[in-house]
């Protein structure tokens, strides 16, 4: 399946599939989207002293990289599994 690298709004980059019309991040910014919707609202709103996620479509990996960036400073331990197909 054929991607192609795209800017978003915000100045993160995203893949796009053109077969699918279809973007991986938000296209007002990827960055942004992950930080609100998989940080701000999803890890960090988890007040346990541990996290397990599940995340079914890895995509780019940014949401493993944030989310291992965010655990590093509270010194909190997470368990990522994700699921893949491509």
Do not use: W
């Not at 978003?8 to 796009?16: P, R, V």
């Not at 940080?39 to 397990?52: D, L, Q």
């Not at 599994?81 to 491509?86: D, R």
């Amino acid at each position: 399946m054929k991607r192609e690298l795209r800017s978003t709004e915000d100045g993160s980059h995203t893949l796009f599939v053109p077969g699918l019309d279809e973007p991986y991040h938000s296209i007002h910014g990827a960055l942004q989207e992950s930080k609100h919707v998989f940080i701000e609202t999803g890890f960090r709103a988890i007040r346990k002293m541990s996290v397990r996620i599940l995340e079914i479509g890895l995509g780019t990996g940014l949401n493993v990289l944030l989310t291992l960036c965010a655990s590093l400073e509270p010194k909190k331990p997470v368990y990522y599994h994700a699921v893949e197909k491509y």
